[in-house]
C-alpha cells in the first residue's frame, strides 16, 4: 500500500442522541434497509411506518438511555477510538506511515459517502475498507457492499479505488484478541462454570437461503474455545437480539441463561465475539437484561465480558486484517 492509500473501518451504527426522535430517526434509515428486513417492500414499509417507528423508539430510547456516556453512544466512542488507535500503530509500521485511517457508520454519521469522498479529498487512490464484523452476513457485511457499489458506479469522479475485507471469523490475530480478554478476566475473577458465547441472531430463512452467518460463529466459538483449552461441556454458544415472529437461530441466549440457572449453574461469564465494539446489545441487553433472566432464575454471579474495544491484541489484530487480508475488489 502506498502513502496515499486509507484505511476505512465501517460499523452498524448508533443513533445521535437516546432521545426517542434520534431513535426513530436512525431505526427508520437501518430497518429501510432490504438487506436487513427481506421482506417485500409493499407489505414491509406499511408494517416499518405505522406501527414500528410508531411504538419502537421510546422503548428503545430508554435501553439507550441506560448505557449512554459523557462521550456518547459508546458504539460510536469506541469505534473512533479504534480508528485513532489503528492509526497509530500503522504510523509505526514500516512502509506505510502516513497511511490515512478513517471510520464510517452503515447507519447513521459519519455515513460512508461522506468518509468516501473526505478521504477521496485527502488524496486517497486506493481504499481498503473494514466492516467490524467478524462473520460474513448479507444483512451487515452485503449491506456495506451495496454502499460502495452504488458509489462507484454513481458518477462521482472522487471516489478511489475500493477493496472490502468480507469476514475474519478465523483469522489469528482475532482470535488471539478474544482469548486475551477472556484470560484477563480470568486472571482478575477466576473462571466461570460456563463460558457462554453470545452472537447476534439472524433469521433462519437467511441460512436456509445460503448465508454462511451461523456456520462462521460455531467456526470463531470451536476456535475460542480451543485457543482457552475449553471441552463442550464449559461452553455454550446461543444467538441473541431477536426481532419479529419469525424464526431466528438457536438457541437463544436469554432461555440458555434461564436454563442454566435453573439447573443448578450458578456463574456464568457471557462473551460477544461478534461484537468488536460494546454496544446496546452487549452492554443493555446483555450487561442488564440477561443478567437480571440468569440472577432471577438461581444464578448466582454473571460476568459480561467486555468487547474488544481498544485492547492492545485487538489493534494489533485490526492493524494486520487491515493491511495483509484478503479483500475483493468493490
Request: aromatic fraction near 6%; include cysteine; hydrophobic fraction near 45%.
Amino acid at each position: 500500500m502506498n502513502r496515499a492509500d486509507g484505511v476505512l473501518l465501517v460499523n452498524l451504527g448508533t443513533p445521535d442522541a437516546p432521545t426517542p426522535q434520534a431513535v426513530r430517526r436512525y431505526l427508520a434509515e437501518f430497518l429501510s434497509d432490504p438487506r436487513v428486513v427481506e421482506l417485500p417492500r409493499l407489505l414491509w414499509l406499511p408494517i416499518l411506518h405505522g406501527l414500528v417507528l410508531r411504538l419502537r423508539p421510546a422503548r428503545s430510547a430508554e435501553k439507550y438511555a441506560a448505557v449512554w456516556t459523557e462521550e456518547g453512544s459508546p458504539l460510536a466512542v469506541h469505534t473512533a477510538r479504534q480508528a485513532e488507535q489503528l492509526a497509530a500503530r500503522l504510523a509505526s509500521v514500516p512502509g506505510v506511515a502516513g497511511l490515512r485511517v478513517a471510520y464510517a457508520m452503515r447507519y447513521g454519521s459519519p455515513s460512508i459517502a461522506d468518509a468516501v469522498a473526505q478521504m477521496a479529498a485527502e488524496g486517497c487512490r486506493a481504499l481498503r475498507v473494514v466492516p467490524l464484523y467478524p462473520q460474513y452476513a448479507r444483512s451487515t457485511t452485503l449491506s456495506v457492499r451495496d454502499v460502495l457499489e452504488a458509489l462507484r458506479v454513481g458518477g462521482r469522479t472522487t471516489v478511489p479505488a475500493l477493496a472490502m475485507v468480507e469476514d475474519f471469523h478465523l483469522h489469528p490475530a482475532y482470535i488471539a484478541a478474544l482469548a486475551a480478554g477472556v484470560r484477563r478476566h480470568w486472571a482478575e475473577h477466576g473462571p466461570g462454570e460456563i463460558l457462554l458465547m453470545s452472537f447476534h441472531g439472524l433469521p433462519q430463512r437467511a441460512v436456509q437461503r445460503g448465508d454462511p452467518y451461523e456456520r462462521q460463529c460455531h467456526a470463531t466459538a470451536q476456535r475460542l474455545a480451543q485457543a482457552l483449552e475449553l471441552d463442550a461441556s464449559r461452553t455454550r454458544v446461543t444467538f441473541q437480539s431477536r426481532f419479529g415472529p419469525a424464526k431466528w437461530l438457536e438457541p437463544y441466549t436469554e432461555p440458555t441463561l434461564q436454563a442454566l440457572a435453573r439447573d443448578g449453574v450458578r456463574r456464568v461469564d457471557v462473551v460477544t465475539p461478534g461484537f468488536v465494539s460494546d454496544c446496546l446489545e452487549t452492554l443493555e441487553e446483555i450487561g442488564l437484561g440477561a443478567r437480571e433472566t440468569f440472577l432471577e432464575n438461581g444464578g448466582q454471579t454473571f460476568h459480561l465480558l467486555p468487547c474488544l474495544n481498544e485492547s492492545p491484541e485487538w489493534i494489533v489484530a485490526l492493524a494486520q486484517i487491515a493491511l495483509e487480508h484478503p479483500a475483493r475488489p468493490v
